[in-house]
């Protein structure tokens, strides 16, 4: 039996409102809304058939709401295997799909580290069990992380799981002859290393951005010179191998220049910011709540400035939320105890409408393309659509979601999908909220919850 569902009154990249037909799982018809009636299309696919060979589609009524493709995260921790207490895939997923996502890239930095086809394809075995969103586990760089000998890359990416984006995220691969090894070794497939970019040298001990803020906390700095000089070298080494190159949550002005200069001379280098260094600062710190430590640190706000500009002008290609649950345990101590990052697929798009849309910098087809199409093409996601206009056209995978742009929500850090609870913006207003989003034409959340 074929399933059918009518999405009435939903406007595509906030353009003009339309009739969407969804029949396993591709995109059966569009007409403007309302007009599909006169036609017959919709009206046909809305009545079922009175022999019940075809039942009564599921009628979702769009009105007022805007449709973008799926959402795609490049960098994603969901902490299974090992620490299944602070998120799980399944938790990590339902977080995702609620934050309109239909792809997630999962991190390596697992216990056990995801450094062979076995972990890896456990991991995709798992996202597809959950059946929120589609997992594609990110594979390790070097064994175990320890940044010393080449993990099976290979093997991962000839594995079930097709491993296309390696990265040792969490840290850094900075001895620079492996990292040329790595590069040299993915171009065979295509594939891309993604850099969490960390001098370790010049931020050990550190806990905080580097400036006049942590002179007056006292607390050690984390320079901007730690990560341009690391995307300066990588850079460098990866125009000289003609591979790829990602750099993970790009924190500082200085990075965005480094960027553009690479993307000036040819070099194949992408990047991602997050929304929290999008919308944040290091001012924050100054109440000393763990929540809001994260690597790389919160800055400046003239770093955020640069980080907008840079995203709205294509120098940063897409945002990734960079994920990062943790236990009370490991988060509600004292600063310097606490374990950096914070949660981020359930408030990313409400940040970047805040940061990027209310402040006139993306339109909707914008935030499509950071948020969807670029992300998808860095890290070769199938069925995703070239251009941003065409997730809505008739033939496509039905892989999109519906948010309501007037909403309001305050977030309450205990009611999230998430296992955990360090979201930075507990108790803040955010604009924006999923309603629904599909994955290849099946329902993962209706009526903002869970399916
Ligand atoms: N961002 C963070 O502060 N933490 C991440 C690791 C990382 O992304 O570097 C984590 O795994 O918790
Ligand atoms: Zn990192
Ligand atoms: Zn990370």
Request: with cysteine.
């Amino acid at each position: 039996m074929t399933s059918v569902i009518v999405v009435r009154g939903v406007r595509p990249l906030g353009g003009d409102a339309r009739d969407l037909v969804i029949a396993d799982g591709t995109i059966a018809a569009v007409a403007p809304a309302g007009g599909g009636e006169r036609t017959g299309v919709v009206a046909e696919a809305a009545a079922g058939s009175a022999d019940g060979t075809r039942p009564a589609p599921l009628v979702v009524d769009a009105t007022g709401l805007v449709a973008l493709p799926g959402l795609v995260d490049l960098h994603t921790h969901l902490r299974e295997p090992g620490r299944e207490d602070a998120e799980t895939v399944d938790s990590g997923t339902r977080a995702a799909a609620l934050g309109g996502y239909t792809t997630v890239f999962a991190m390596a930095n697992t216990d056990p580290v995801a450094d062979t086809a076995g972990v890896v394809e456990q991991v995709w075995r798992l996202g597809q069990d959950a059946g929120h969103c589609d997992v594609r586990p990110v594979g390790a760089v070097t064994r175990g992380l320890a940044g010393e000998r080449l993990a099976e890359l290979g093997a991962m990416a000839s594995s079930a799981a097709a491993v296309r984006m390696f990265s040792d995220d969490g840290h850094c691969v900075s001895d620079a002859l492996l990292m040329r090894r790595a590069l040299e070794y993915v171009k065979a497939f295509d594939g891309v290393i993604a850099q969490h970019a960390e001098e370790p040298r010049l931020t050990a001990g550190a806990q905080m951005n580097e400036g006049a803020m942590a002179a007056r906390l006292g607390l050690p700095g984390w320079p901007a010179v730690a990560e341009e000089a690391i995307i300066a070298r990588d850079a460098l080494l990866t125009g000289h191998v003609g591979s790829r190159l990602h750099i993970c949550h790009v924190s500082t002005a200085g990075s965005v220049e480094l960027i553009r200069w690479a993307k000036a001379k040819g070099w194949r280098v992408t990047a991602e910011v997050t929304p929290h260094h999008l919308l944040l600062t290091e001012e924050l710190v100054a109440s000393y709540d763990p929540v809001y430590k994260v690597n790389p640190p919160l800055r400046t706000e003239a770093d955020t400035e640069a980080l907008r500009a840079g995203l709205a002008d294509g120098t940063i290609d897409c945002v990734a939320t960079d994920h990062a649950p943790h236990a009370s345990e490991d988060k509600e101590t004292e600063w310097a105890a606490a374990r950096p990052g914070m949660l981020g697929l359930e408030t990313a798009l409400s940040i970047v409408i805040q940061t990027m849309v209310e402040t006139g910098r993306l339109d909707w087809a914008g935030v499509a393309d950071r948020m969807a199409l670029a992300p998808a093409r860095i890290g070769a996601v199938a069925d995703m659509p070239r251009d941003p206009a065409s997730f809505a056209q008739v033939g496509v995978p039905a892989t999109l979601t519906l948010l309501d742009p007037e909403a309001r929500r305050v977030i309450d850090p205990l009611a999230v999908a998430s296992r955990s609870s360090n979201t930075p913006y507990g108790g803040r207003t955010l604009p924006g909220a999923i309603r629904a989003t599909f994955l290849r034409g099946r329902p993962t959340v209706l009526d903002g919850k869970i399916i």
